[in-house]
Structure formats: C-alpha cells, structure tokens
C-alpha cells in the first residue's frame, strides 16, 4: 500500500500500535510507512513514548528509544510540563526506568535531565522505595543534589510523608537536619515523620531556619497542634524554659498567639 494512502486513510495506526503493545507492526509503520514516532497522537496530545511507558510495554518504549530517538525529557503530552523520565520514576514504573537509564549511558542526574525547576528524577521517586534504591546504589544518585529551591531528596520525601524511603536514606546515608533555601528541614505536617526525626534521630526542635525561626516556633505559629504536642511531649512539657525561647526571647505561645486556631493557644496556657 501507499504510504501517503495509509497515512490518509489510516492515521490512527501507531497510536493504537503502540498502545497494544505490537511492536513488529509499530516498527513496520515507521519504517515502511513512515509514521513519526516523535510526535503527539493528534486526539489526546500524548507522546508517543507515554502512550508505550503507561502500559508498561518496556520492548517498544526501547525501540523508540534506542531506534528512533525519542528524547525521554519530551513533554508526556502536548501541553503538558512533565517530561517522560520524571513521569516514569514519580509512578514507579521501575523496568521502564531501568530501559531509560540504559539508554541515556546511565547520566541520569546530568543538569539536562533535571525538570525546569531543577528536580531530578531521585526527588521525583521519592514515594517508591524501590525505584530510590536502584537510583542511588545502581545509577549513583547523590541525594544531597538540591532543585532551585535548595530540596533535596530528603524534603520531598518528608513533605510526601514517606517514612519507609527516609528511614532508609537517614540508616544509609545520615543527612536528618538538610535544610532547603530556607533553611527549613521539610518534615513539619506529618506527626508519624516528627516522630521519627525527633525520637530516633535525635533532631533538635530548636534548630532556626534562614530567619532564626525555630522548629518548634514555626510549628507553634503554623497552628500544627498534633505536631507541637508530640513536640512537647518529648521535652517533658517544659516548653516556657529559656532554653526554648527564640533568639528575641520570645516563647512557642508569643508564635501561637496570632493563630486564628485558638486551640494551639489554650494548649500552651494549659
């Protein structure tokens, strides 16, 4: 058949080629058809390496690697902002993962495969411990790389409450305290990681931010009442001692008083 019939009659095909998984009929289109495996299908705007990755169809998601050169920093859809490889680690998809790296020679934390904000594809794993793993013992991910913001690994893995992933980067690789840009450490919403940090880490509530705000401050001033009373509890309820006074001599209730969550308050005067 004509390529330029098959094309006007038919141009659905790599699409649903792709997405079945067929791979000898994917490559005979592009090779003897001549459809564009670089592109965006015209009706749902994915690439066409999402379309391979999403059903885990790893043999094609190859090819079009390795075959055609489809860049795996290109967009997973049309108007979309997140790039195939940081969609790939932030699902998990491990096999596909591995097929990428393979592929890229293994520089996956090169400045060209991090995100317009600067993360890499480790801050982007971090809520599957597997895909963590083999980045940083196989593929030789630092986790002290920070984004433009100054997160590393250790934020976002705080901020999306994964304990399992930092219990293993702290027993592995003992950075707790990071600071970001801000010099916050991350961990502050999720009593379950509080825990762990201030129980079994050892991390020091008082420890200031870039503006000599203390942890336990900025907890008391956020109206974070689960976390300030796991706070208080292990400090034996002496939270009005001087050693827990900020810089300025101001106490956790000076922070709460402005509060709308009167809560926070009436727990600290109680």
């Not at 495969?113 to 196989?138: F, M, P, S, W």
């Not at 992933?165 to 027993?171: P, T």
């Not at 907890?219 to 002496?238: F, P, Q, S, T």
Request: negative net charge.
């Amino acid at each position: 058949m004509d390529p330029e019939v098959l094309h006007e009659d038919e141009p659905d095909l790599l699409y649903y080629s792709i997405r079945n998984g067929w791979l000898d009929v994917t490559r005979d289109l592009v090779n003897t058809y001549h459809f564009n495996p670089l592109g965006y299908y015209r009706y749902n705007g994915q690439l066409y390496l999402f379309t391979a990755l999403k059903d885990n169809h790893v043999d094609i998601v190859e090819y079009l690697i390795q075959e055609c050169g489809c860049n795996p920093m290109m967009k997973t859809t049309r108007y979309g902002t997140v790039p195939v490889l940081h969609y790939v680690a932030r699902e998990g998809l491990l096999d596909v993962l591995k097929c990428m790296v393979m592929n890229i020679n293994g520089h996956i934390m090169d400045k060209q495969y991090c995100d317009t904000n600067g993360r890499t594809v480790l801050h982007r794993a971090v809520k599957h411990i597997d895909v963590v793993k083999y980045l940083i013992n196989e593929c030789n991910c630092d986790i002290m790389v920070r984004d433009k913001d100054g997160n590393t690994i250790l934020h976002d893995v705080a901020s999306k409450r994964s304990l399992d992933v930092m219990k293993y980067l702290i027993n592995t690789h003992h950075y707790p305290m990071t600071t970001n840009n801000s010099g916050q450490i991350g961990a502050v919403k999720h009593i379950d990681v509080v825990k762990y940090l201030i129980n079994e880490c050892n991390c020091d509530i008082m420890v200031t931010d870039r503006d000599d705000v203390p942890f336990l401050h900025y907890v008391a001033r956020e109206g974070l009442l689960d976390v300030l009373k796991c706070m208080v509890m292990n400090i034996n309820g002496h939270i009005m001692n001087e050693q827990y006074r900020d810089t300025n001599g101001r106490t956790a209730l000076h922070c709460a008083v402005k509060h709308i969550d009167v809560l926070v308050k009436d727990y600290l005067m109680s």
